[in-house]
């Protein structure tokens, strides 16, 4: 009888960010799913899968009946940095260990976390180094009213300060308000030169509609004059934005058009699971990367207690639809390829521009050359981004 592994899916599969929920889960239970198809791996993993609905309160009580009634001693999961942080001290109380998968605002590092979402070197710094030299550094900064676009838009403040540059203005929603006509009036009065998008679900959403309603009856405020750049944005969520959003800039470390021997397996495997017309994101590939990456150090630990599974993490290196990943033993974070997308007519990425190689993490920013951004601004050679060695 094979060994069964207990693995906690801890999604808001519903509520303002629910289809980046849905898109992470279905990419954890497609590697599940397939770890459990292929003997090679000896064992079972057993998900225990909960949907906290995007509600605060709800994160702690499944997190603890995850680990303490169903024995899992792995966490996949939680989207924004509120409910990371609100899971953590369960998490470090029971020594089990959560799997991130998301972008989030960096300045932070625990033993009890495995962060496979980008850090701030690796989606606003090559954002930036992007946009700032093209379009100018007078920005709008708009965000929701929560730790990733307080923290996010502190980071392009130092960012645009570094290079002379000007924030205009810089104004927050509550999550879910969709109440952004004062944000696009004030945009439209002050004409900063592009808008850095923190909001999250329903309040992007609107954001980007409302805005595409200015470009209609200004064309000053078209995308290529005067885009909306975010680090957050992926496939999964542009059905809901519609056409508003094409023409706009995100970061990300995978879109689906992303070339690899891997990802085209993984978009093969993807379109039998889900039909054709199923698109792949970060999230959803986010989400099936841990899963496997997890499989792959149980398999070689022969344990899935996580004081074997770490250093395990920490010395190899893992082919993924994300690239070739390997985590940082002093932050428990991974090198990542940063790449920009413009959003394209076809609900789709068009990739713009990608780093040659994956960017070691620098959660605290304290590798960063601002005055190599300062010169790719006034117009000297692009800054590189920093590789892994």
């Not at 920005?139 to 502190?154: C, D, H, P, T």
């Not at 900063?192 to 509609?209: K, M, W």
């Amino acid at each position: 009888m094979r060994t069964s592994y207990a693995i906690g899916l801890l999604y808001s599969t519903t509520g303002p960010y629910g289809a980046i929920g849905r898109d992470a889960l279905d990419g954890a239970l497609m590697a599940l799913d397939e770890v459990n198809a292929d003997p090679g791996f000896g064992f079972a993993l057993t998900p225990f899968a909960a949907n906290p609905e995007g509600v605060i309160d709800r994160y702690h009580a499944l997190c603890e009946a995850a680990i303490r009634e169903a024995g899992c001693r792995q966490i996949v999961g939680t989207i924004t940095s509120l409910s990371r942080k609100e899971v953590l001290p369960t998490i470090e109380k029971h020594d089990a260990l959560l799997w991130y998968i998301c972008p989030y605002e960096g300045f932070e590092s625990s033993e009890a976390v495995i962060y496979t979402g980008a850090c701030p070197n690796q989606h606003i710094v090559p954002l930036f180094q992007h946009v700032l030299p093209r379009w100018g550094t007078r920005a709008a900064l708009v965000g929701s009213n929560y730790i990733w676009g307080w923290e996010v838009n502190r980071v392009a403040r130092e960012l645009i300060g570094a290079c002379g540059g000007e924030v205009l203005a810089e104004r927050y929603l509550p999550i879910g308000s969709t109440e952004v006509g004062r944000l696009v009036q004030e945009i439209r009065d002050k004409r900063p030169d592009f808008v850095l998008n923190n909001l999250i679900g329903p309040s992007s959403y609107a954001f980007f509609r409302a805005y595409r309603a200015l470009a209609d009856s200004d064309p000053d405020f078209a995308p290529d004059r005067r885009p909306i750049v975010s680090c957050n944005l992926t496939e999964c969520e542009l059905a809901l934005i519609g056409p508003a959003g094409t023409g706009h800039l995100s970061s990300a470390i995978y879109f689906e058009g992303v070339d690899g021997a891997e990802n085209q397996a993984f978009r093969q495997r993807l379109r039998r699971r889900f039909g054709a017309g199923r698109r792949s994101s970060a999230f959803l590939a986010g989400g099936y990367t841990a899963v496997r990456m997890l499989a792959e150090a149980i398999r070689e630990a022969g344990t899935d207690a996580p004081e074997a599974v770490r250093p395990i993490l920490h010395a190899r290196r893992f082919d993924t639809p994300l690239g070739r990943l390997s985590i940082d033993r002093r932050t428990n974070h991974a090198a990542l390829t940063p790449h920009l997308g413009r959003i394209g007519a076809d609900g789709g990425f068009a990739l713009v521009d990608s780093a040659a190689a994956p960017v070691a993490p620098d959660p605290y920013l304290v590798d960063f050359d601002a005055a190599a951004l300062t010169r790719s601004v006034r117009g000297a050679a692009r800054p590189r981004l920093k590789r892994v060695k």
